[in-house]
């Protein structure tokens, strides 16, 4: 909530570095401004159908909070937007990269503009995360969706690396694929109860005026508890994954592309290791980003190993001859 508007922060392209720069009553200013959006928020969500959430919006309190300003969170908020739109801009010139070869490989023209439409997509609906002040479904929303245009973005490096790939490069697992979806099924279910986690640890922190830190996981309920024991099945499976890589590799050494399901464990066992260290040691705010990378990093790899582990049709037929 660094930024209470969008896209502008403060109504500047630079933000402020001090209070001061602000007029007195700014935070009056960008309530009403919050207030205004909110209501057309809550008229698009009644005529889609969702009375409940619209009227969620409207009579919310926590939401016309107007947080005071905060340099760091600002300026986080911030960078944030800026990295937000660097990647529009690369995805944009992918999409123009795609356009001379549309007869060639249509697909990545096609997944080109999907993708970059998602993302102008998601930077909306980052606008209504922060008109909403954070509202907890909204923020699981924005995390699936930023899920989406990772898988999206990894399938069109696949697409691309596979038309000029030779198909003596291209390798089958031995191992079932369904051993990685599976994994990859049960990441993505994790990454959702972990936001969830997230948005019940923001309740409570207001909750306590965000004051006794120490005591924030012990008030998170259930959803905690089904997270934090979700992740041993995790990592139980990520551990089996390497151990038959590892028996795979031993008896066919020229596989080394599939090192990266080594690098797959070890960032399981990391985030389960950030994870752990957030609880017992009070959610140090500097090991909140490195978890949630982490899991991206994961979901990430599960997806392109998957894809690895599909061979063309074409290279199936060479492999025949």
């Not at 007029?23 to 969500?45: C, F, H, M, T, V």
């Not at 923001?202 to 998170?220: I, P």
Request: glycine share 6%.
């Amino acid at each position: 909530m660094g930024c209470p508007d969008w896209p502008k922060c403060f109504g500047k392209l630079v933000p402020p570095v001090m209070e001061s720069e602000l007029p007195e009553n700014y935070q009056e200013i960008y309530a009403r401004k919050r207030a205004e959006k909110n209501d057309k928020l809550s008229g698009y969500l009644e005529k889609m159908g969702f009375k409940e959430k619209a009227n969620e919006i409207r009579n919310d309190p926590a939401i016309q909070l107007e947080a005071r300003f905060n340099v760091y969170k600002t300026w986080t908020e911030y960078i944030n937007r800026l990295v937000g739109v660097t990647i529009g801009i690369l995805i944009f010139l992918t999409l123009l990269a795609s356009f001379p070869l549309r007869k060639k490989s249509p697909g990545l023209l096609y997944l080109s503009l999907l993708t970059f439409l998602l993302v102008g997509f998601q930077g909306w609906i980052g606008s209504v995360v922060v008109s909403t002040n954070l509202l907890p479904w909204m923020v699981t929303v924005h995390m699936v969706l930023a899920m989406i245009i990772v898988f999206l973005l990894i399938y069109l490096y696949h697409v691309a690396e596979k038309s000029h790939q030779l198909p003596s490069m291209l390798v089958k697992f031995k191992i079932p694929k369904t051993l990685f979806i599976a994994c990859l099924v049960l990441t993505f279910t994790q990454v959702i109860t972990g936001t969830q986690v997230r948005e019940m640890m923001d309740l409570v922190a207001a909750g306590l005026n965000y004051t006794l830190r120490d005591t924030w996981v012990s008030k998170l309920g259930s959803i905690f508890l089904i997270h934090r024991s979700f992740s041993i099945l995790l990592l139980v499976l990520h551990i089996y994954l390497g151990y038959l890589f590892y028996k795979e590799l031993k008896l066919n050494p020229g596989r080394k592309k599939f090192i990266l399901v080594y690098w797959l464990v070890i960032a399981v066992v990391l985030e389960i290791l950030t994870g752990t260290a957030m609880a017992y040691f009070a959610i140090p705010k500097f090991l909140q980003p490195v978890h949630l990378l982490l899991a991206l990093l994961i979901v990430g790899l599960q997806y392109y190993l998957i894809l690895q582990s599909s061979l063309p049709k074409a290279v199936k037929i060479a492999e025949k001859q």
